[in-house]
Antibody
Framework: EVQLVESGGGLVQPGGSLRLSCAASGFTFSSYEMNWVRQAPGKGLEWVSY????????YYADSVKGRFTISRDNAKNSLYLQMNSLRAEDTAVYYCARDVVVAIDYWGQGTLVTVSS | SSELTQDPAVSVALGQTVRITCQGD??????ASWYQQKPGQAPVLVIY???NRPSGIPDRFSGSSSGNTASLTITGAQAEDEADYYC????????????FGGGTKLTVL
């Protein structure tokens, strides 16, 4: 069974940093591209970042470029999102999501990040 | 960057058919995928590719596409289909960026 379990969310002050983790199991993690997708309270889904299976290709949404860094450790079956210079508008549930080119086929349960003073 | 446009809300009578649409330039190059999200839950993939359903998704869900418009059709809507529905595709720039529609709130009357 495919499982994606996010952790690392919490309350952080504006300008602060947070590192999200996603533990993957039930599939060969190193063979799959991955994404982070977020959802602000009461709002729609917003794609945040993509990383290829090897980690060699990375993309970011314009809203987070230069502040967020996606990475992965295939030996640990883990995906990460380092978030710096956080703003109030970054407040959202962050989902780890598996990419199969034609779709995102599995999502984690999400972890809530709240940016507030 | 690309945008995908969805109607904010749609309603359907129980047992009737409803179509939810998604428009955007990227859909001329890429198929849309569709996600169902119920309150407090993660999204669930319901349609991908030309018209494919993941295992466990009822066959009342179907997808189609024409030009810059993709559609999700629910034939014989059930009460449990009441949810938010989001379309998604690759960005029209041809890389691995993705774009989501704003979502459609489906109410089953």
């Amino acid at each position: 069974e495919v499982q994606l379990v996010e952790s690392g969310g919490g309350l952080v002050q504006p300008g602060g940093s947070l590192r999200l983790s996603c533990a993957a199991s039930g599939f060969t993690f190193s063979s799959y591209e991955m994404n982070w997708v977020r959802q602000a309270p009461g709002k729609g889904l917003e794609w945040v970042s993509y990383i290829s299976s090897s980690g060699s290709t990375i993309y970011y949404a314009d809203s987070v470029k230069g502040r967020f860094t996606i990475s992965r450790d295939n030996a640990k079956n883990s995906l990460y999102l380092q978030m710096n210079s956080l703003r109030a508008e970054d407040t959202a549930v962050y989902y780890c999501a598996r990419d199969v080119v034609v779709a995102i086929d599995y999502w984690g349960q999400g972890t809530l990040v709240t940016v507030s003073s | 960057s690309s945008e995908l446009t969805q109607d904010p809300a749609v309603s359907v009578a129980l047992g009737q058919t409803v179509r939810i649409t998604c428009q955007g330039d990227s859909l001329r190059s890429y198929y849309a995928s569709w996600y169902q999200q119920k309150p407090g839950q993660a999204p669930v993939l319901v349609i991908y590719g030309k018209n494919n359903r993941p295992s466990g998704i009822p066959d009342r869900f179907s997808g189609s596409s024409s030009g810059n418009t993709a559609s999700l059709t629910i034939t014989g809507a059930q009460a449990e289909d009441e949810a938010d529905y989001y379309c998604n595709s690759r960005d029209s720039s041809g890389n691995h960026r993705r774009v989501f529609g704003g979502g459609t709130k489906l109410t089953v009357l």
